[in-house]
């Protein structure tokens, strides 16, 4: 239990508590750390939800799995957009909060699941934090950064007992790949053919660039996540939904058991401000992707000097993976020099299972302020690359 609850303590320490201190620290530091988006939600939807502060029944505890003009409009949008025609909807406080219901209800202590490396932090550590002892991490191609399907179908026959869960981000986080629909039906096949489970993050569908199209895909062992925070600029209501299959028996009541002991409901003032959101429709949340186009451009030009092939991603959600010099593999410290030495805040690729890289957000500045961050990036890169970290 010790060791445990040690393991657990470094890793939250070097992720969260480090990042936030060197922001506090570099009193003047710009983020390009954290995953969020410079939005507000639309707002038209806010004045609408601006009338039911005083409304009796926001204050009092609602359906478990969502209040059902959300759940009926979300079983809509996943039919016509993400055509999931068998999956049910449940509502939780956020995408990260569906996760962790999602290794309660399927996982148990001791069991093995897997993940590609680079992955997603809070992901690895809710498995950890629910007692999964056997964390199989798969490599990615070293081009595309895609999940090796060949190392996956050795593990799942190999392994025993078989892997519980799989586990992929689509567009990815850290990585901004996104998992071509072929692959991704690859893996899904042979997640059911093994007998394991395939949870999908959905949190960056509507994140894609360049021409490429978000695709999900359904099945009796396939549960897909998705999330109002990135989407809507809802970062703070705190709203994401599971959906699930609907036939399979027994899963609906897991979800509600474990959802009653943890939030009881999301929210009820967030979910109605999803639901007044969701009306502005798909293409309100693609108009506001559209202008983070430029600042990707902005931060490839700033991790230049980084080589012509240090830098990957960036195809879908809001990051890009850059590797660094091979001097200078310790990414923890590369971070809080930067951070000291040039007030720009990126995350370490060590927090992903990918030490020597970096992962830079695109997402959370206006074009200004996007471009003075870069700046700082550009001239911190360049000096690391020509003189080392000087002090």
Not at 132 to 139: K, Q, R, S
Not at 143 to 163: G, I, M, N
């Amino acid at each position: 239990m010790r060791k445990w609850l040690a393991l657990m303590v470094k890793i939250w320490d070097a992720i969260l508590l480090q990042i936030q201190e060197l922001v506090r620290g570099a009193k003047n530091a710009m983020s390009l750390a954290q995953g969020v988006v410079y939005w507000q939600p639309p707002k038209q939807a806010l004045e609408k939800v601006k009338e039911l502060v005083w409304e009796p029944s926001i204050s009092r505890y609602g359906a478990d799995e969502g209040i059902p003009e959300l759940r009926q409009a979300l079983t809509l949008k996943l039919r016509k957009e993400n055509k999931l025609v068998k999956s049910s909807v449940m509502v939780t406080a956020g995408a990260n909060q569906a996760f962790v219901n999602l290794v309660l209800a399927l996982c148990d202590a001791g069991d093995s699941v897997v993940m590609f490396a680079p992955y997603y932090f809070n992901a690895y550590m809710s498995f950890q934090m629910t007692g999964v002892t056997n964390i199989l991490v798969g490599p990615g191609n070293p081009k595309t950064l895609h999940p090796d399907a060949d190392w996956l179908e050795r593990t799942l026959s190999e392994t025993r007992p078989v892997p519980k869960v799989v586990t992929v981000v689509n567009p990815g986080n850290p990585t901004g790949t996104y998992i071509p629909e072929s692959l991704l039906k690859r893996i899904s096949d042979l997640c059911r053919d093994a007998g394991s489970w395939l949870i999908v993050d959905n949190t960056y569908e509507y994140f894609m660039y360049d021409g490429l199209k978000h695709s999900c895909i359904e099945g009796d062992h396939v549960v897909n996540i998705f999330s109002f925070s990135k989407a809507y600029g809802m970062m703070g209501w705190r709203v994401g939904y599971i959906a699930y299959p609907l036939e399979v028996e027994g899963f609906a009541t897991q979800l509600l058991k474990i959802q009653d002991n943890i939030p009881i409901c999301a929210s009820l003032l967030s979910q109605h401000l999803a639901l007044y959101s969701l009306e502005m429709g798909p293409e309100w949340v693609t108009e506001q992707v559209k202008n983070l186009v430029r600042n990707r451009e902005i931060l490839l030009v700033a991790l230049s000097p980084l080589g012509e092939d240090a830098v990957k991603g960036g195809e879908g959600a809001i990051y890009l993976w850059a590797k660094l010099p091979d001097k200078h593999l310790d990414d923890f410290k590369v971070v809080r020099w930067l951070a000291k030495r040039h007030e720009v805040v990126v995350i370490p690729g060590g927090a992903c299972g990918c030490p020597g890289h970096l992962r830079i957000s695109f997402g959370g500045l206006i074009e200004a302020d996007c471009k003075a961050a870069a700046e700082r990036l550009r001239r911190g890169l360049e000096e690391l690359v020509n003189h080392g970290m000087m002090e």
